[in-house]
């Protein structure tokens, strides 16, 4: 089995502009502590339900191998991982 890793990462930039559009904590970390998207150590998976068997077994596999692998479930999105030692990384604003 191979895992492509879509979005892990988001520049510092795009947080500012995210952040100027809805300065809301509950949705969007704040640029000056930044988040873990910004540091490369965020991961997600869907949670659709409209997803065959084989895709509900293969989801359950990667849930699974992100916990023991030391990644952490964040309880308010049911997609999102992050990386149990995200903050010892710097904060990054590489282009994409």
Wanted: proline share 7%.
């Amino acid at each position: 089995m191979r895992l492509k890793v879509w979005d892990a990462y988001r520049p510092m930039a795009g947080q500012r502009r995210m952040w100027g559009r809805l300065p809301d904590t509950d949705f969007v970390a704040d640029p000056a502590t930044g988040s873990n998207l910004n540091r490369g150590a965020a991961q997600a998976f869907t949670d659709c339900p409209d997803v065959s068997e084989e895709a509900r077994e293969n989801r359950a596999l990667l849930h699974n191998a992100m916990i023991r692998a030391g990644f952490r479930p964040i309880p308010t999105e049911r997609w999102h991982f992050d990386d149990a030692e995200a903050g010892a990384y710097s904060l990054a604003d590489l282009p994409l």
